[in-house]
């Protein structure tokens, strides 16, 4: 969501989330829900890649390969048996030699070979230089007694071989500096600009090469550096008036390729109105102090949209300190402000839902300090010893909705209920409010813990947003020690007795407000004097990283280790159960049967 509001890649709206995170002082997932509950966004600004259409290179590339296999076609037909008597036979030419060995670039001897009718057919390479290497690296070791044509077809698709022809029969250097050239060999295509040299000798023609592929490769990754960047060279020569500015340097200032650029007294006439004291500033500096200078301005486009540019410009001075020329490096950094502007209002919309989630949790503490009573103020139930620990979260991010009941009822029976609203914050506080205070009231109706809980799960069924939860409810008979609970989803509660412990069988009904219309089932367990019965909610057994039975078989395993007394088991269930206090509320209710 965050990559689509600032329209940038996904590893880099997770950098920044991670600078939000650490800014606010936030848990990065914490982070990322304020950016959810932010609000959804779409795709605008989001660059959408397209598939680039086959560039007129390409397409001639191939057609070169194609006209360059038709004549390879021909030419093998051509009769080369008389290639090596040439070669031979050939006199010695001293003047082809001296071409040779004078040649700081790649050289070669041709010397032609002729038809029936006398007509200069091809050339045969009778000796290179060490330097010589042609389009496919090739050098004098693959290329020596080689007719041209064969070797390298670009020669007769170029104009070329006609050219060393004329050179031949005339006499006349050729000279060509910086021509596009292309050839073929095994259906690979190479180009690339080639300055060539041509001059007669005795025994034919002596050819001088060099390819600016490297000089190209350069150019051509600057040019990438440029685009991609969006960075742009210029220059100002003060002396003539003259500027050079490359395509992307006019591109940043709104230009066309054929425009003039501005000189540097004309350049705030571009910038923003609001901008134009800073470059005035800027430019009055250079030449003042002759130094460089720097500044962010903008530029207003032709669709009436700013782009910001970021300017470096120094002068260039002579020997006596005067500026010469003003050498200058535009980047357009539009993209980013306007990252820069989506995350301020990412980062505001952040603090507000903040604020506002931390108002609300600040509500959910109180609430739930308001509902449930302290522990030591639960009253005295009719045969039963009662020790409670009802601890929220340590994040208050994370308070839930655990919750207890007790109440001692008129006919000689005792309230006790557990259970836990799901969800956190502020809607798990209310849900678990309208559930301790709703069972309540439904208590003084008398009716049994199944009847209860049934009505109880209409209730939080009704509620307003809708609520789910997990309950445990039951009445304790102490003229018959027997207590008849109902289990709406939740954990089964722990029976020590005797020095063993072991889970009560538990028939589990529905989670609270999943199924309306739902007849809970009420067990009927049969205590002893001396029993402890143990409940709890799932904050006390539940980790990310261990299985929840093997945690309840450890808190059966501690509970059967633990002192007879109620308060000193919790006690001991605290220190060595080693739950996550932060991650949710934790509560145990301990039921010591008189």
């Avoid at 050498?327 to 839902?353: H, P, Y």
Wanted: charged letters at 25%.
């Amino acid at each position: 969501m965050l990559a689509r509001r600032l329209g940038v890649p996904p590893g880099e709206a997770l950098q920044h989330l991670i600078w939000l995170a650490r800014d606010l002082e936030m848990e990065l997932p914490e982070a990322a829900a304020m950016v959810v509950q932010g609000g959804g966004v779409g795709a605008e600004g989001a660059v959408v890649a397209g598939r680039r259409p086959p560039r007129a290179e390409d397409t001639d590339r191939r057609g070169v390969v194609s006209e360059a296999e038709d004549l390879l076609h021909r030419l093998a037909a051509e009769d080369t048996g008389g290639d090596a008597e040439l070669i031979e036979g050939l006199p010695a030419d001293p003047v082809a030699r001296g071409l040779l060995d004078g040649a700081l670039d790649s050289a070669a001897h041709l010397v032609p070979v002729r038809g029936p009718d006398g007509e200069v057919q091809d050339f045969l390479y009778a000796e290179l230089n060490e330097a010589a290497r042609d389009l496919f690296g090739r050098g004098a070791e693959d290329l020596a007694g080689q007719r041209l044509l064969r070797t390298d077809p670009g020669a007769a698709l170029s104009g070329l071989f006609e050219d060393y022809v004329a050179v031949l029969e005339g006499g006349t250097a050729l000279d060509r500096d910086s021509i596009m050239y292309s050839t073929v060999q095994g259906g690979l295509s190479r180009s690339s600009r080639m300055s060539v040299r041509c001059v007669q000798v005795p025994t034919g023609v002596c050819l001088t090469w060099r390819y600016h592929s490297g000089e190209d490769r350069s150019a051509r990754r600057l040019e990438r550096v440029e685009r991609l960047a969006l960075i742009g060279f210029g220059e100002w020569d003060l002396v003539t008036g003259q500027a050079d500015w490359t395509p992307q340097m006019l591109a940043n200032y709104g230009l066309g390729p054929d425009e003039v650029p501005p000189a540097p007294h004309d350049l705030p006439k571009v910038v923003a109105d609001d901008d134009l004291p800073l470059v005035e500033e800027a430019v009055q500096t250079m030449f003042s102090r002759r130094e460089p200078v720097e500044a962010e301005h903008r530029v207003i486009g032709k669709d009436g949209a700013p782009r910001h540019l970021w300017v470096f410009a120094e002068p260039v001075l002579d020997d006596s300190g005067l500026p010469v020329s003003i050498n200058i490096v535009s980047q357009d950094i539009t993209r980013r402000r306007g990252v820069e502007r989506a995350l301020a209002e990412t980062r505001r919309q952040m603090l507000k839902q903040q604020a506002r989630t931390a108002q609300e949790r600040k509500v959910a503490v109180t609430l739930r300090r308001a509902i449930l009573p302290d522990e030591g103020e639960v009253e005295r139930l009719p045969g039963l010893r009662v020790a409670i620990r009802a601890l929220a979260a340590e994040s208050t991010a994370r308070i839930g909705g655990d919750w207890f009941a007790t109440r001692a009822m008129p006919d000689g029976r005792a309230l006790v209920a557990i259970g836990d609203a799901a969800g956190h914050g502020l809607p798990a506080a209310a849900s678990m409010a309208r559930s301790r205070n709703g069972l309540l009231g439904l208590s003084c109706t008398g009716e049994s813990a199944g009847q209860l809980v049934g009505w109880l799960n209409e209730l939080v069924g009704s509620m307003d947003p809708p609520a789910t939860g997990t309950a445990i409810v039951g009445h304790y008979r102490p003229d018959r020690r027997v207590m008849e609970w109902t289990c709406a989803g939740h954990l089964p509660p722990i029976l020590v007795r005797d020095g063993h412990a072991e889970p009560l069988e538990v028939y589990r009904d529905p989670m609270l407000g999943a199924l309306p219309d739902w007849e809970y089932t009420t067990i009927s367990t049969e205590l002893r004097p001396g029993d402890l019965l143990f409940l709890y909610t799932d904050g006390l057994v539940e980790r990310r990283d261990t299985d929840l039975d093997e945690r309840i078989e450890r808190l059966t395993g501690i509970l059967r280790e633990s002192s007879a007394g109620p308060e000193l088991a919790l006690d001991e269930v605290l220190a060595r159960m080693e739950h996550d206090r932060a991650a949710d509320d934790t509560t145990m209710f301990a039921l010591h049967v008189e």
